[in-house]
């Protein structure tokens, strides 16, 4: 079974984000970046997959040069090769061009199963996964919690709303959005370090008339929320005095001590 | 010329839910901004379960018709929606983001070479150009968004971007059934089921004390457990903590786990995305501590501590234990 896992690189969730002079974006320069939560599941999965049936897990990432970090990091926990589709314009492009790129940088590759994670940590639009699967002809399933791939055909488990689950039959090929906690996610191990530096990076450039076509959605302007709440703030940096003047303030306003 | 404010009204089992009630508030704004009429499209299989909405003012109903959607698949969905859209004709299609319409809101929007604008906030259709809200960065920034204005334009709304309840009413809407073409079907849907009954229900807790990444570490729950007894609380969490199996999943809030309303909630270490705010926002008195001044989770909280948690933690709970003597 051959497994294509696309993976995007996002901005740390510990980092403190600033907004660019445009007000368009947000100031990449220094900012550190990781793996897409989902999208690391979504590797986990494909690799346990690999395990027990056999197959190839091929790793798929769009983005600048620094998304090397995110497919080194895939190929030293266990994917098979790579394919970085360069691109320097990821954050403009929306969710149907970023579809029709990746589309033609894998389409070529045959798939049996194409996973991803549910939605970016950064847009978060929700969307790549099920344009592309459409532009592919494939079948998909959304937010998949557990996938059993050991008959004909496939069965996933999806997430529904507050506890409801529901299983899906369908056939492979098909395309898969992987929600966070399917699994626990394995450490790359010094070995598998070190064997990742002879694995295949396959660069290839983003097909022209998707990446440069007029979005049919535009990003004006990227601002902090405004709020909806006047809120206390206490310590004033102290978080020990804080927490003090917490306890007062819960006994004597809030009156729920 | 392409015309009018569809709204995708949702029902699951012949019911429909707050949220279907909260695209049709959203739809019916729209429609007033632009001064356009506001069509609402149910899925079903006969016209019946259509009569339900007839109350609401909007300009007509279509039932769109297939007995491939008796039961939901997101190819059923798109093809019925696609030809739907196609024969009304309208400058934008309205729905609200469910975990239904994000399966097959996407798809529907490539048979049209488009995305949608997904999971707005708010929107602002003064002066003529509409403006989205969406949060991005899990919440930490908002951003404004416009379409190409080429239609249609696909927008889904969080759940309480608009109130159900300013759904208007009208005189009765008439009902049109419209047959269409279904293709091949390619997935096949076992009936909804929940795992085995919740062995903690927090939903009747007064005082819930809930951790998240900020936590750090297995060994540290302690901690917080500790200032969960002082309080007289039970502990809870974000889904990172379930999903990394500190917590049993039985204590997680949220969209994908519980939805809690106590007197009193404190998030420790909880930057506050929006899958984990729209299970507690309702909390009495909500009480952050982050180390991040910008984490979402303050814009929701009566009181706030920018610092870390394990500084808050030890101190809360003595000066807790102290107060209650």
């Given amino acids: 079974m051959k497994i294509i896992v696309l993976m995007k690189q996002v901005a740390n969730k510990d980092a403190i984000l600033r907004i660019n002079k445009e007000s368009t974006w947000i100031e990449e320069g220094d900012l550190s970046h990781e793996v897409n939560e989902s999208d690391g599941y979504a590797l986990e999965e494909a690799l346990r997959l690999k395990e027990k049936h056999g197959g190839e897990v091929v790793v798929c990432s769009m983005g600048p040069q620094r998304v090397k970090s995110v497919i080194k990091d895939a190929l030293a926990r266990g994917a098979d090769r790579a394919i970085h589709v360069i691109s320097d314009n990821l954050n403009t492009l929306a969710p149907f061009e970023a579809s029709r790129v990746l589309a033609e940088a894998i389409k070529e590759e045959q798939a049996d199963l194409i996973m991803t994670g549910l939605q970016s940590d950064d847009n978060g639009y929700a969307q790549t996964g099920v344009i592309l699967a459409d532009l592919l002809g494939l079948p998909h399933a959304t937010i998949v919690i557990e996938v059993d791939a050991s008959g004909e055909q496939l069965r996933v488990k999806r997430e529904l709303e507050s506890g409801w689950y529901q299983w899906y039959a369908m056939q492979k090929p098909a395309l898969l959005t992987i929600q966070s906690g399917i699994s626990q996610i394995r450490y790359a191990t010094l070995k598998g370090i070190m064997a990742a530096k002879k694995k295949e990076i396959k660069e290839v450039a983003p097909v022209t008339d998707a990446a440069n076509a007029p979005a049919h959605q535009r990003v004006t302007k990227v601002y902090f929320p405004l709020k909806t709440k006047q809120t206390q703030f206490l310590g004033d940096g102290d978080a020990k005095a804080g927490a003090a003047q917490l306890a007062e303030k819960l006994r004597s306003e809030a009156r729920v001590i | ?325």
């Fill in chain 2, 1 to 325: 010329m392409p015309n009018g404010i569809l709204v995708f009204v949702e029902q699951r089992e012949g019911a429909f839910n707050k949220t279907s009630f909260e695209a049709v508030a959203a739809a019916q704004g729209l429609g007033a901004a632009l001064g356009q009429p506001v069509v609402a499209v149910v899925l079903s299989t006969d016209a019946a379960q259509a009569q339900e909405i007839a109350g609401f003012d909007v300009d007509k109903i279509v039932s769109v018709e297939n007995p491939k959607l008796n039961v939901y698949t997101p190819d059923a969905y798109a093809d019925a929606l696609e030809r739907a859209v196609r024969a009304l004709d309208p400058q934008y299609v309205i729905m609200a983001h469910t975990y239904l319409v994000r399966d097959f809101a996407p798809k529907l929007a490539a048979r049209f070479q488009k995305d949608v604008i997904s999971d707005c906030v708010r929107m602002n259709a003064e002066g003529g150009q509409v403006v989205f809200a969406r949060r991005i960065f899990l919440g930490k920034l908002d951003a404004d968004v416009v379409s190409s204005g080429e239609p249609p334009v696909f927008i889904t709304f969080q759940s309480g971007a608009f109130r159900a309840d300013q759904a208007k009413k009208g005189a009765g809407a008439q009902v049109e059934s419209l047959p269409v073409e279904v293709g091949d079907v390619r997935m096949q849907p076992e009936p909804p089921f929940q795992e085995v009954k919740q062995a903690v229900d927090l939903s009747k807790a007064d005082v819930i004390i809930a951790i998240g990444r900020g936590i750090k570490g297995q060994e540290h729950i302690a901690l917080a457990q500790a200032l969960a007894d002082a309080l007289g609380g039970d502990l809870a969490a974000s889904r990172p903590i379930c999903d990394a199996g500190w917590l049993p999943i039985d204590r997680q809030i949220g969209s994908s786990g519980q939805t809690v309303a106590p007197k009193l909630y404190v998030a420790l270490g909880i930057s506050g995305a929006i899958q984990h705010l729209v299970g507690m926002k309702n909390s009495g008195t909500i009480v952050a501590v982050n180390k991040d001044p910008e984490a979402p989770i303050f814009d929701i909280a009566d009181y706030g501590i920018v610092g870390d948690i394990f500084e808050v933690m030890p101190v809360l709970t003595e000066e807790v234990k102290k107060l209650k003597g």
